[in-house]
Structures are given as C-alpha cells and as structure tokens.
C-alpha cells in the first residue's frame, strides 16, 4: 500500500517558469515532510522539508507548501533552470514514530532551456 | 561523505551478499533503502549505536550490522529473482527523525 503518491510521473517546463511537483499521503500520523532531487548515478539529495506545524517552507528558489487538509504537499521551483532536471522525490515520516521515511515513486523534471 | 561498496553487483538465486555503507564523518545513525525500478526507496532498517532502530516491511533474511566506526553492513540471505534493485544507505546524526538523511550513490545488485 503506497502511503505517499505522486501521480505525475514526468513533468516538463521552460526554463524561467515555475515547475509545481505535487505528492499525496494517505497516513495522517505523517508530521515531517521532505523532498529529495536524484541526479542518475547518484543517491538522493535533500532538497527542504516542512513539519506538520507549518504549512510554508522556502528556501531560495525552493517553496513546499503543505496542506494538512488534503493530505498534499507541493514543491515549487522558481524560476527553473535546466539544472533542476532531475527526479524528485517526496518522502514523509513521523517525528513520534519509527525512524525512517516514505518516499513517493517519484517525478522526472525536464527543464527545456 | 557517504561511500558504497561495490557499485554493482551480480547473483543468483539463492546466493547470499554483503553490501557496505562508510557513513558521513560525525554521523552515527545509518538506514538502509531498497529502490526497485520505477519506485521510490522503501525503507528496510536503520542503525544506531550498533543496535537495529526500526525495521519496514523485510523478512528477516534482509540483517545488517554497524561497526565502532559507524559503518554498515546489508546482508541479504537466499537471493530472490525480486531481490534485484539499487540500495542505498543514507546516514545521519542521531535519531530521532528529522535530521537529514545524506544518502550514498548506492549498489546496483541484479539477481539471476
């Protein structure tokens, strides 16, 4: 059963647009929540997160919104730039519960220059 | 920063593998992931202080060790075809969650 969803396998943008990554979770226990970006040959790269508590969190170009509500979080890049071609995970867990994350299958950013 | 050895690697069923993770300098916890193709990773267990901190959905031919230095060792028993994936191993300060994971490059294993 896949508690964290992103049902947008790829996802294409000009380059100075904003890219919006969506992902969905089904477990309302889930009070952290992260993005990660994997360049191929590469693990996985932090990218920012959000607690349960806040339902904004930017970092430069980098935005997550969360809504508790719906079980959705976004990530939204602005501007992109052919460097953010990647695959983005979305991953979540619990600050109370066992130490480790859900991660989402994940969506192929292509940002067209 | 976070090592894995070997980068791939070939069985076959039945077979058994030792997979190895070196952690980030100053880190003392270290998880392990399975990412099967077209998935995201899923977690398989974490280390911290030599002693097993939460385990996701493995039989227990998946077992894993860490060392006075805060390495790690995956080793999966009796190789299935399904066994086939990349892990990772991702490392980081002391539990509890919500300090970041730093992930290594992972090993490619194919079960034949």
């Known amino acids: 059963d896949q508690q964290v969803k992103q049902n947008s396998p790829s996802l294409s943008v000009q380059e100075g647009r904003i890219s919006i990554l969506n992902c969905d979770y089904t477990?309302?226990?889930?009070?952290?929540f992260l993005w990660y970006k994997k360049y191929p040959a590469e693990g996985p790269t932090f990218l920012i997160s959000?607690?349960?508590?806040?339902d904004k969190n930017e970092d430069g170009r980098f935005t997550v919104f969360l809504n508790k509500s719906a079980k959705h979080l976004s990530l939204h890049i602005v501007p992109s730039q052919p460097g953010d071609s990647a695959v983005y995970f979305c991953a979540a867990g619990s600050l109370t519960g066992a130490n480790n994350l859900f991660f989402g299958t994940g969506t192929r950013l292509t940002v067209i220059p | 920063g976070v090592t894995q050895s070997p980068t791939h690697l070939i069985k076959t069923r039945g077979q058994q593998v030792t997979l190895r993770c070196s952690s980030q300098s100053g880190h003392n916890t270290v998880s392990w992931y399975q990412q099967a193709l077209g998935q995201g990773p899923q977690f398989i267990f974490q280390y911290y202080r030599k002693e097993e901190n939460g385990r996701g959905n493995f039989p227990p031919r998946f077992s894993g060790l860490q060392f006075p230095n805060d390495s790690s060792e995956l080793n999966v028993n009796a190789l299935e075809l399904d066994d086939s994936a990349l892990y990772l191993c991702?490392?980081?300060?002391?539990?509890?969650?919500?300090?970041?994971?730093?992930f290594g490059p992972g090993t490619r294993l194919t079960v034949l």
């Open positions: 959000i607690s349960s508590i806040k």
């Open positions: 477990n309302s226990m889930f009070d952290y």
């Open positions: 991702a490392s980081s300060l002391a539990p509890p969650l919500g300090n970041e994971q730093f």
